[in-house]
């Protein structure tokens, strides 16, 4: 074997290696399956953020209904800005911290959490102070600042968005836990759980330019996380999604959780104070089959601390 | 002290500036904060002379040691300091390792002085007229620094980006991707273009840009001519075998008349070290009377003496008045793109396009540094005397709000170190909203994107047609950041740009709301 030779083989064979489980990865992992839980909606307020999710959560029976042991979580919480904690333009540390230790006790695997930020995605991850919280609680954070992240996938019963590029962490993982923050937004009044799905895609321009509330609901349809976990605890009621200063920030102090992300929308609004009918893409969705947003029909639970 | 002992110096002395320069404008990790950047660009001498002129305070005062270290020893910045000199000793060294037969291949050339005093004056003249180009095209470090970002920088990006891959391929996430966010073309061919001509020069003759073209080494050059240190010839054991001519890089020895052109000299002392007989030595000139009789002390010639003294006087004096002078000069604006913008942006801490046309060399490092690669290379956006100054590109990425870090880092003062609070509050531009191209107005969707993006609400949106929303801008709090740019979806034209503002200004802090003082009863039942 001469040079040329076995430095074409060991390529060939490093290549090999690289990319087949790759592209077998996908083929192994197995979406979870989720026990009926006893309620649809679990509404808290009046505690901490992480508190008020170990009282939620127990009320859905426990973070094992939802992660099995050794299964790869997908947190995907709202890092969007380049803003402190206070300023409730990112979702809260503390919560996402509590979530992680909760995934881990059931017997998580790996929990992996990213965002595709709007500002500079570093600066996002270390002042949103949720890279530290990830890292502290023993998960990984990931980038999603690069293109290479994002692999096509067809959204079927889309009307405007047929197809998108989804982060591959997505992809991979067996559990998708969806960990909003209500804020005010000035292009579609509220940003609740179905439009944090906005921060999954590579091109958001595209939702932009073709029907931004059409372009959320039909995501929606794509892959319905398993669990939401909607942070009001800050709430930013003006000026959103980035707001201009701490002043536009009210301490609401309540969270909302549930397998329904129009459910755990409309909730939220009507936290918030506007009505879900206001609100295009929780109509569109609704009608869609995502989910319902007539909390009347739902099984909620009610915990006051 | 022997002559290869000196010429290990100089070797390590220049590694140990040309790896931290380099690793500096390939740092996509941003792992050099700025104050050690500063520190690491301190001593180069034409971002210093330029800083110096724009600030007078310590901060800028590298290139008074390297007057002083001149002065004493020579050359030595050219020697080991200046990244291009380093860069080029380097193509001279691969050419050696290459050609092994051909290794003693230098020869004495003559001065080309009318054209040295010609590309150290022009560039002074520029600059006191109101331009930094021709500063910006021949100093050493900027065109090293252009050719660091243009090259190394994306090689960093490929090496990063491969090991992403790998980590990535194994769901490791440890190494994080990294996506250059716009190649300027233009910009990126002068580079190349000055980089070859300079490795092309350094192939073939040494330091031949060093000492026909280069100002910077053209004014210490001369300085060095006063230097206490200086080699010379000794007489007396000198065997004129010719030797130290052949491994002179800087073409400076003439050996049949025994004489050394010191203000060529790079002091690399490859020639004490191949001297046979120690007939070329390292000595003291002054303070001493000895038989040594430097050649240049022969033909001292006391108007050229007088008049670099006066060029350097105007030079320091005239920067004052420079800046006057600036405000007049109309700089040229052809436009290159179907766009609507009069004026490119530039940087915060820049004051005004003008000034910063003035005292910008294109170093790039702020295009290094800037986290969010706002910061591009412009062509003629500014017009040709702002040629390769970075400006910031909208359509690459936007300003972040909280970050200056290119007025921490720029060597020559051209960004103006700038408070935090302040920056904030400086406004680079204007946005300027194009109604009918906006989606909201064409395609009667909601959008906002703009809007979303903007860290002052400057761009708000109003009520418009049914229930959708409007963007509307506020110039009094529009800071000119790009990020309502940026985010805008529409093609190819956006619906929003920002217009840069000639001279910056300082726009209003958006406290039209008070703070909101809900009471909230937290034991009250959920409203659903």
Redesign the interface.
Known sequence: MDRREFLKQSITVTAAS??I??IF?NYFAKTSKILPAAFDLV?V??GEADVMFDDAIKALGGMKNFVKSNQKVCLKPNIGW?VSPERAGNTNPKLVSRVIKHCFDAGAKEV?VFDHT???W??CYS?SGIEKAVKDAGG????G?????YQDVSVKSGKKLTNAKVH??LL?SNVFINMPILKS????RLTIAMKNLMGVVWD???W???????CIADYATYRKPDLNIVDAYYVM???G??G?S????????SQIVSTDMVAAD??AA??F?IEPDEI?YIKIANAMGVGKKD?SSLN?K?I?? | MSGSFLRKIRIIVSIIFFIPTTFLFADIF?FIPPYLSNGIVYLQFAPSVLKFIALLSVSSFGFLIILILTILFGRVYCSSICPLGTLQDFVNWIRGKIKRSDKRRFEFLNEQKTLRLSLLIIPILVFVFGSSLAINLLDPYSIYGRFAGNFFRPIMVGLN?IA???S????L?AV????LKAFTLIPFIITTAFFVFVVVMSWIKGRLYCNTVCPVGTLLGYISKFSLFKIVIKNEDCLSCGICAKECRANCIDSDNKTIDTSRCVMCFDCLTNCPTNGIVLDRTYFKHSNIQSSNHVNLDINKRSFLFKSSVFLISLSSLAAQIQKKIVVTKPSTKPVFRKNAVSPPGSVSIDKFNGKCTACHLCVSAC??QVLQPSFLEYGFLGMLQPRMDNIASFC????KICSDVCPTGAILPIDLEKKKLTQIGKAIFVKDNC?VQT?K?????C???????AV??IPFEG?L?IPETRDDYCIGCGACEF?C??KPYKAIYVEGNREHKLAKK?VE????E?K?N??E????
Do not use: W
């Open positions: 690289v990319t489980p790759g990865g509404a307020k009046g380049d992996l709007c500002d500079n570093r600066r002042n990984k954070i990931v980038s600042d690069s293109e290479n992240y591959e962490v991979d937004h000035s292009s579609t958001r321009g595209y932009h330019s073709n029907d931004l509330h059409q009621k003006r000026n999604p980035r201009v701490v002043d536009d920030v009210t301490t609401l102090k409309a909730a009507k936290l104070g295009s909390l909620i009610r006051i601390l | 941003s980006n992403a891959f790998v990535d391929r194994f769901k996430y994080y991707g990294y996506d986290p969010t972040n709000f909280d970050c989606i395609q969707t909601d959008c906002g994107a809007s979303e993006h903007c860290p002052t609400k708000h949106m229930k929303f985010a979806p529409t958006n709301q008070k703070k909101l809900e909230i937290y034991k039942e959920f409203p659903f």
